[in-house]
């Protein structure tokens, strides 16, 4: 309870007026860029193990320890992929540009369906 002529703090973002993290978030979700904001649209309404649905984000993120990641983070000397070595492994490399991948996806995915799959730019 405020009295007259009492200072208080209160957290703007929030109708309370008190910090919540919900509130934080909000905040931070609405300084993404629209492509993030998509992706997570589509990632959200998954259902099945939480630890797929962290992978996707990842992966959609551009956050997975690849050799790229472990290049730029001084871990490694080589960048390139392991299964290819012909290319420097990052996310959109390992889920869908390496030979390995892609018959993996030849596998699993409709050919009618396939190229779309391939250039889609939710990777990139």
């Not at 309370?16 to 904001?37: E, K």
């Not at 472990?70 to 299964?83: A, E, I, K, M, Q």
């Amino acid at each position: 309870m405020l009295f007259l002529g009492q200072a208080s703090i209160a957290w703007h973002p929030s109708a309370t007026g008190n910090f919540s993290v919900s509130s934080a978030y909000s905040i931070r979700v609405g300084q993404l860029d629209g492509a993030v904001t998509r992706v997570w649209r589509l990632i959200r309404p998954y259902r099945g193990l939480p630890k797929i649905r962290l992978f996707m984000w990842l992966a959609c993120r551009n956050r997975l320890m690849t050799n790229a990641e472990r290049v730029r983070r001084h871990s490694t000397l080589d960048g390139n992929c392991y299964f290819c070595h012909d290319h420097c492994e990052d996310v959109d490399h390992i889920l869908r540009r390496c030979p390995q991948a892609v018959a993996t996806w030849q596998c699993i995915i409709k050919p009618s369906m396939l190229q779309a799959f391939m250039s889609d730019d939710t990777l990139t």
